[in-house]
């Protein structure tokens, strides 16, 4: 192991079904471009991040169908096929860009079917690791959307299924039909609405990805509480952002995505980032307005 991969070792593991992923992770989303609607202007850039992710020691990469119609997903083949034994892709369906930044569910079984199979070509694989719906489609009844994901995975399409921005009753439903693998959700320093959520995880033992952990960058710019923080421990803000989501729960996985190989190390290293009782103390106060946190959203493509 080099001392790279020994710093991911700090991040600790959760088990997703029969297998263990380190908890620091990465989002492929910003593989794609700015506005996840193509492909990005320097791939051969994107294909090194990924790289770098593996050679890292990262072993959970998230992706989905509509980060840029696939070429997230495109990239990830074209960097890490054939895959490492002990890789674990999560892919996702059940939400469409129907225009840059406009996000709608989709959850209608028909077309959770042929997103999965698209997923699978896309790919190279015969078996999703990890296959979320994305998001529940309000206008689908919800066991049609959950039995479209256990028919896929009794024919062996997909491993494991997860579900992303739920709610504990959304989760409990869905445990009569399939066994949740990994309950995904915003999550981070600033905008912890989910709490209640994660603390279900907990008792269930169920990991949980915490999407938005940077806040598509925002918790990494100078002249916060973060940073002062980050600053007294010799880290970036960023890192403060990852090592506080680590030290919250250890069924938390972040998944920090990044278009830059600096941002990818700097991410890592925060695996090893302990903070102290007086530092959570301090950040404890930071909670983003809801308006706030909606205007943020709406801000960029992380809008989905
Ligand atoms: N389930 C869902 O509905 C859902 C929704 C959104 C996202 N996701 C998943 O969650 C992942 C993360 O979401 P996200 O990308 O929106 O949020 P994020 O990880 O909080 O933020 C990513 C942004 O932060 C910047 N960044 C990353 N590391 C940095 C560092 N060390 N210093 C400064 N800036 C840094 C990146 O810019 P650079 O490229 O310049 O580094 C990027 O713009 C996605 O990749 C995707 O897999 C899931």
Redo the contacts with the bound molecule.
């Keep these: 192991m080099t001392e790279v991969q020994r710093q991911i070792e700090g991040s600790g593991t959760v088990r997703v079904g029969d297998r263990t992923i380190h908890r620091m992770s990465?989002?492929?989303?910003?593989l794609a471009d700015k506005a996840i609607w193509g492909p990005p202007a320097d791939r051969q850039n994107a294909i090194r991040v990924a790289r770098r992710a593996v050679e890292l020691g990262i072993n959970h990469i998230?992706?989905?169908d509509s980060?840029a119609f696939g070429v997230t997903e495109e990239i990830l083949r074209e960097a890490l096929h054939p895959y490492p034994d002990d890789l674990l892709i999560a892919t996702?369906a059940g939400?469409a860009q129907v225009r840059p930044g406009v996000w709608e569910p989709v959850g209608r079984p028909a077309y959770l079917r042929q997103q999965c199979e698209a997923s699978l070509r896309r790919l190279g694989t015969e078996r999703i690791d990890l296959f979320?719906l994305?998001?529940v489609d309000p206008q689908v009844p919800f066991d049609e959307q959950i039995g479209a994901m256990k028919e896929l995975q009794d024919e062996g399409k997909i491993a494991h299924c997860g579900l992303?921005?739920v709610t504990i009753d959304q989760i409990e439903s869905a445990q009569r039909i399939i066994e949740v693998a990994a309950v995904?959700?915003?999550f981070?320093v600033a905008a912890r609405a989910g709490e209640e959520v994660l603390e279900h995880c907990e008792r269930e033992r169920i990991p949980f990805?915490a999407?938005?952990?940077?806040?598509?960058?925002e918790?990494?710019l100078p002249n916060s509480i973060v940073a002062e923080v980050a600053a007294e421990l010799n880290a970036?803000?960023?890192?403060v952002a990852l090592a506080w989501l680590l030290d919250r729960s250890n069924v938390l996985c972040p998944?920090?995505?990044?278009?830059?190989v600096?941002?990818?190390d700097?991410?890592v290293a925060a695996s090893v980032l302990r903070l102290a009782d007086e530092h959570l103390a301090r950040l404890a106060p930071l909670r983003l307005a809801e308006n706030e946190l909606a205007q943020l959203l709406a801000a960029?493509?992380?809008k989905?």
């Design positions: 990465f989002g492929a989303m910003r998230d992706t989905a980060y996702k939400q979320y994305h998001r992303s921005s995904q959700n915003i981070n990805m999407w938005f952990p940077i806040m598509s960058g918790l990494a970036t803000p960023a890192q998944i920090p995505g990044t278009s830059s600096a941002h990818l700097e991410n960029g493509s992380a989905e």
